[in-house]
Nanobody, 118 residues
């Protein structure tokens, strides 16, 4: 059974920082591309950042220079360090694991709420 469990969300004032974690089980983590997505109320889910199995990263323009994605294959965990948070970063953040087999298979976590407000 595949599980992705996010943690680290919460309420933070503008300019603050949070670190999200996503611990996985049931997949070969080191072979998986990992990502963070977010969905704000009334909006579609959007990509925040991804990291390939080889460690290459990609970021949405809106978070470049503020967010950092990283992975620890020994712990089967992916992180999202979020600095200089803005109110527009408020959303539910979802962890994604993407396996490239014969087809693409996506797994999702349950999401963690991040609220940026004074």
């Amino acid at each position: 059974q595949v599980q992705l469990v996010e943690s680290g969300g919460g309420l933070v004032p503008p300019g603050g920082s949070l670190r999200l974690s996503c611990t996985t089980s049931g997949i070969i983590f080191s072979n998986s591309a990992m990502g963070w997505y977010r969905q704000a109320p009334g909006k579609q889910r959007e990509l925040v950042a991804t990291v390939t199995s080889g460690g290459n990263t990609n970021y949405a323009d809106s978070v470049k220079g503020r967010f950092t994605i990283s992975r620890d294959n020994a712990k089967n965990t992916v992180y999202l360090q979020m600095n200089s948070l803005k109110p527009e970063d408020t959303a539910v953040y979802y962890c994604n694991a993407r396996l490239l087999l014969v087809t693409i298979i996506d797994y999702w976590g349950q999401g963690t709420q991040v609220t940026v407000s004074s």
